[in-house]
C-alpha cells in the first residue's frame, strides 16, 4: 500500500507543477482573480450572542442557535457516501447545524420547478453537485444564488492561516465557473474525460496504450479493431457522450494554431462562427474519419450509458469514452483483474505536441440559494469550507472525486484513498506533455433555435460518426439557428 | 284547498329543507373534485396559453412575444416530423390494439377455456406494470447481443448479426409498436369482455342454430353491439398516441437521429432538455397539441357509427 502511496505521491508531484503553468485556457468571462471582499476579509460577523462561549471562535457563529440546511443533492455516478460522511463530520463538528437532504439522480427537474415557482421558502438552502447544464448559468445571471467570492479568502478549516485561494491548485480558479468574474459555486472537487480502458486488456493485446499522435491513435483503433474488438464505444441513446473524447480536442488544435485565446473566448461566448468553426469542423473530421475504420459499436444508437460502460468492463470494448467517476458508478460490475487506464486522444502529429485532457473542476460545486436567512447561508458558506479540508477531501477520493488541494499529496494516506479511475488520469498527465482544460461556455439562450441547433447536432452525431451524414452540411445547418438565437437575444 | 290535517307550511319548509340538504350534498359531493380539477387542470392549462405566448426559460424575466411561437412552430420541421411519427402511432396502435384485444377477448368469452381466469390476469399483467419496467423490459428484447427477438428468430434459422432494433432509424419506430400495444391489449380485453358480458346469449344461439361461425359472429354480433364501448376505447387509445411519449422517453430517447421523436417527447425536451428551457415555445406546441386532440375527437365522433342498439 505505502508503495502504491508514494507512486501516487509522485504522480501528485509531477502534476501540481504543470497545473501551475496552465492558464491559457480559461478566464471565460473574467479570469482575475477576485478581489477580497469586506465580508471576505473578515469572518462572520453577526454572531447572535456577545458571549464568546457561545459562538465558535474559527467563524464567529452561534454555537446555540440551531439551523437546519435543506440540500438538494444530485446523487450522480460519484454515489452519495461522500456527501453522507461530509454531514456526518460537520455535524460532529457543529451538533448546531442539521441538514435535510432530497436526493435524486434527477434533482434538476426538481430544482427548476422550484425556481420556477418563485417561492424562496419551498427551495433548497443548498444546490450541488452543479445544478449545470444551462439552467444554473441562467439562474447566476440572475442573481438568484448568493455570491461565493469571498470564500477564496478564508481561511482553510484545516490549515491555519492559509486561505483557500492559495490552497487549491493554481488553475482552480481559473478553470472555476464563474459568471462576470463572480463566483456563484466554489469547487470542492475535479473530474477528467477522455477514453477509459482496461490495462489489462491493452497488456495481453500489446495495444499502444499511450499513443502520442494522430497517427498513432489510428494505429491503435485499427489494431483493435483487428481484434474483433469494438475500438470506442459511447452510450448512442445520449450520443454526445461521444464529445467527451473529442471536444477539448478544439482547444488543444487552437494552442496549436496559436489562437487558442481567441478561441477560448469565442468559444466560451458561441461567438460565431462556432459550430463552423475551423476547430469544430476539424473535430468533426477526425470523429469520422475513425467512424469510417469502424472506430464505434454497430447499434450505437440503442445503447445507453450503462451497456457502454458494461461493453467495456466485459472486453467488447477497448475503450469507452466517459468521465473517471465511472469506476464508482460500474464498481459492483468490474471483474477482477480489471484494471484502469487513461488517454486522452492525441490530435497532433508530432510525440512532442502537447495533449490536452478536459477537466472540469466543479464535481460537487456547491450553490446557495440567494433569498435565504442570513444565518442559514453563513453554515453554508462554512460546509463549503468544510469540504475543502484534506480529510474530506481524501474520504471523496475514494468515491472517485478527485482533490483540488495541492498539499493533499503531503500526506501518503490521503493519496491511499484515491480510485484508480481518477489515478489513471494522472497517470496520463504524468506521462505526456499534457494539459489540462475546461469546456464550460458562460451563455445561454432562451430562443427555441438555440435548442434546435442543439438538437440537429444530437440527432446527427451517429450518423455524422460513421460519415453517413456529411457533417459539414449539419454544422452549417446549426450554425443558422445559432445566428437566429443569437439574433433574438440582441433584440 | 289545504287538506284538513295536513300543515301546508310545514310542507313547503320540509321541502325546502330537503333542497337545501341536496344542494350541501352536492357541494360537498361535487365541490372538492370541482376545486382540485380547477386547480389543477384548470389553471394550469389556461396559464399554458398564457406562457404560450412569451419567450421564457422559467427562470429570467419573461417575454411577450405575442403569436411568435406559433409562427416559428409551424416552420420548426422537427414539429413536423415529430407528429408524422404521432400519425403512424395514432393510425396503428389504436386499431392493432382494438382487434386484437376484441379477438382475444371474444375467446376467452365464448370459447369457454378452462384457463379463462388466468389468461385475462396474463394479458393484464402489462397494465399493472410501471412504464419504465415495461421499457427497460423491450430494450432487453430489442437488444443486439443478448436480446430474445434475435436469439428467437435464430431459432427459425434467421441470422440478425445482433441486429439491434431500436438503433436503426429504418426499424425504430416500428419497434415501438407491439410494446404499446402489448401493455395496452390486457386492459381493453377486460373492458370488452365485461361489455360482451352484457349481449344477450339468445343472440348467439339463434345464429348458431342459424349457422353462423365464429367470426360471423364476432363481426355481426358482437362487435357492432359493443360499438359504443369501441368507439371509446378508440378515442382514449388515439388520445393516448398523441399525448404518450414516456415510453419512446425511456426506451430511445427519440432516437436514433430522431426517428422516434413523437411530439410530446419533443415538447419535454424543448421544456426540460438539458440545454434547453424553453417553456414558451414548449407551452405553444402543447396548445397546438390539445387543437389536434380535440380535432381527433371530432373526427372520430364524426366516423364512428352512433347507432343505439336496444338488446
Redesign the interface.
Given at each position: 500500500m505505502k508503495k502504491t502511496a508514494k507512486s501516487v505521491a509522485g504522480l501528485m508531484a509531477a502534476v501540481l507543477p504543470m497545473a501551475a503553468v496552465i492558464g491559457c485556457s480559461g478566464g471565460g468571462s473574467g479570469s482575475s482573480s477576485p478581489s477580497p471582499t469586506k465580508a471576505a476579509s473578515s469572518a462572520p460577523s453577526s454572531a447572535p450572542s456577545d458571549n464568546k462561549s457561545d459562538v465558535y471562535p474559527e467563524n464567529g457563529l452561534s454555537k446555540t442557535e440551531k439551523v437546519t440546511i435543506k440540500w438538494g443533492y444530485w446523487e450522480n455516478g460519484y454515489g452519495r457516501e461522500w456527501a453522507d460522511n461530509a454531514i456526518k463530520k460537520f455535524t460532529a463538528k457543529y451538533p448546531n447545524v442539521k441538514f435535510e437532504v432530497t436526493s435524486s439522480p434527477v434533482i434538476r427537474?426538481l430544482i427548476?420547478t422550484k425556481?420556477?415557482a418563485k417561492n424562496d421558502n419551498d427551495m433548497f438552502d443548498i444546490i450541488s453537485p452543479s445544478f449545470n447544464?444551462?439552467?444554473g448559468t441562467?439562474?447566476q445571471?440572475?442573481g438568484?444564488f448568493e455570491e461565493l467570492t469571498d470564500l477564496w479568502d478564508r481561511e482553510v478549516p484545516d490549515k491555519k492561516g492559509v486561505k483557500l485561494k492559495d490552497v487549491v491548485l493554481p488553475n482552480t480558479m481559473e478553470y472555476s465557473a464563474k459568471i462576470d468574474g463572480k463566483f456563484y459555486q466554489i469547487p470542492m472537487g475535479a473530474y477528467a474525460l477522455g477514453l477509459f480502458y482496461d490495462k489489462t486488456l491493452f497488456e495481453k493485446n500489446g495495444w499502444n496504450q499511450n499513443p502520442k499522435t494522430w497517427d498513432e491513435f489510428k494505429k491503435l483503433v485499427s489494431d483493435i479493431k483487428a481484434k474483433g474488438i469494438i475500438p470506442i464505444t459511447y452510450p448512442?441513446?445520449?450520443?454526445d457522450y461521444i464529445y467527451f473524447g473529442f471536444r477539448i480536442k478544439m482547444f488543444e488544435m487552437a494552442e496549436k494554431k496559436g489562437t487558442l485565446d481567441q478561441f477560448t473566448k469565442d468559444y466560451r461566448s458561441f461567438k460565431q462562427p462556432f459550430y463552423t468553426s475551423t476547430e469544430y469542423k476539424e473535430m468533426w473530421n477526425r470523429i469520422t474519419e475513425l467512424g469510417k475504420m469502424g472506430a464505434y459499436p454497430?447499434?450505437?444508437?440503442?445503447?445507453?450509458h450503462t451497456?457502454s460502460q458494461m461493453q467495456l468492463l466485459q472486453g467488447?470494448a477497448a475503450m469507452a469514452a466517459t468521465g473517471d467517476w465511472v469506476e464508482n458508478e460500474m464498481k459492483d460490475s468490474i471483474p477482477d483483474g480489471f484494471k484502469w487506464g487513461f488517454m486522452s486522444i492525441p490530435f497532433g502529429d508530432s510525440a512532442n505536441d502537447k495533449i490536452w485532457i478536459e477537466n472540469g473542476i466543479g464535481a460537487g460545486s456547491m450553490m446557495i440559494w440567494k433569498n435565504k436567512p442570513e444565518n442559514v447561508k453563513k453554515w453554508a458558506k462554512e460546509f463549503n469550507l468544510f469540504l475543502m479540508t484534506n480529510e474530506i477531501q481524501a474520504f471523496n477520493g475514494k468515491f472517485g472525486i478527485s482533490p483540488i488541494r495541492k498539499d493533499f499529496a503531503d500526506d501518503p494516506k490521503n493519496l491511499e484513498q484515491l480510485q484508480s479511475a481518477p489515478r489513471a488520469v494522472l497517470e496520463f498527465a504524468k506521462n505526456n506533455k499534457s494539459q489540462y482544460g475546461t469546456t464550460v461556455q458562460d451563455v445561454?439562450f432562451?430562443?427555441?433555435s438555440?435548442?434546435?441547433a442543439?438538437?440537429l447536432l444530437q440527432?446527427?452525431i451517429?450518423?455524422m460518426a460513421t460519415g453517413k451524414k456529411d457533417s459539414g452540411a449539419v454544422l452549417e445547418e446549426a450554425e443558422k439557428l445559432l445566428k437566429e438565437a443569437i439574433d433574438?437575444s440582441k433584440k | 284547498m289545504a287538506q284538513p290535517g295536513v300543515n301546508t307550511a310545514g310542507s313547503g319548509g320540509l321541502l325546502r329543507k330537503n333542497k337545501v340538504q341536496k344542494r350541501i350534498f352536492i357541494f360537498f359531493a361535487i365541490g372538492p373534485s370541482f376545486l382540485g380539477y380547477l386547480l389543477f387542470t384548470l389553471y394550469p392549462n389556461i396559464l399554458s396559453v398564457y406562457y404560450s405566448l412569451l419567450e421564457w426559460n422559467g427562470i429570467s424575466a419573461s417575454k411577450f412575444v405575442g403569436l411568435d411561437n406559433y409562427f416559428y412552430m409551424f416552420k420548426d420541421n422537427f414539429v413536423w416530423t415529430s407528429l408524422y411519427h404521432n400519425l403512424i402511432l395514432m393510425i396503428t396502435v389504436p386499431i392493432l390494439t382494438i382487434y386484437i384485444s376484441v379477438f382475444l377477448a371474444y375467446l376467452l368469452n365464448n370459447k369457454g377455456y378452462l384457463e379463462s381466469a388466468f389468461y385475462k390476469v396474463l394479458f393484464f399483467l402489462p397494465n399493472v406494470l410501471a412504464i419504465v419496467v415495461v421499457a427497460l423490459l423491450w430494450r432487453f428484447i430489442y437488444d443486439g447481443e443478448y436480446g430474445m427477438l434475435n436469439a428467437f428468430l435464430k431459432l427459425f434459422g434467421i441470422e440478425t448479426n445482433n441486429f439491434y432494433w431500436l438503433g436503426d432509424t429504418r426499424t425504430a419506430l416500428w419497434a415501438i409498436l407491439p410494446v404499446s400495444i402489448w401493455s395496452g391489449v390486457g386492459l381493453y380485453i377486460i373492458i370488452f369482455m365485461n361489455a360482451m358480458k352484457g349481449i344477450p346469449a339468445s343472440l348467439y344461439e339463434s345464429a348458431i342454430l342459424d349457422g353462423a361461425t365464429h367470426m360471423q359472429r364476432l363481426f355481426k354480433i358482437t362487435m357492432p353491439l359493443i360499438n359504443p364501448v369501441i368507439r371509446v376505447s378508440a378515442l382514449f387509445l388515439v388520445l393516448g398516441a398523441f399525448k404518450g411519449f414516456e415510453l419512446i422517453l425511456i426506451m430511445t430517447n427519440g432516437g436514433p437521429s430522431g426517428s422516434t421523436e413523437v411530439i410530446g417527447s419533443y415538447m419535454f425536451n424543448m421544456a426540460f432538455g438539458k440545454n434547453s428551457h424553453n417553456y414558451g415555445y414548449a407551452s405553444a406546441i402543447g396548445m397546438f397539441l390539445f387543437i389536434i386532440m380535440v380535432v381527433a375527437k371530432m373526427i372520430i365522433d364524426k366516423f364512428s357509427k352512433r347507432d343505439e342498439i336496444e338488446f
Open positions: 427537474d427548476g425556481m420556477a447544464g444551462d439552467a441562467i439562474a445571471k440572475e438568484l448512442g441513446v445520449y450520443p454497430d447499434g450505437v444508437a440503442a445503447i445507453n451497456q467488447k445561454s432562451s430562443h427555441p438555440a435548442a434546435r442543439t438538437k440527432d446527427s451517429i450518423d433574438s | -
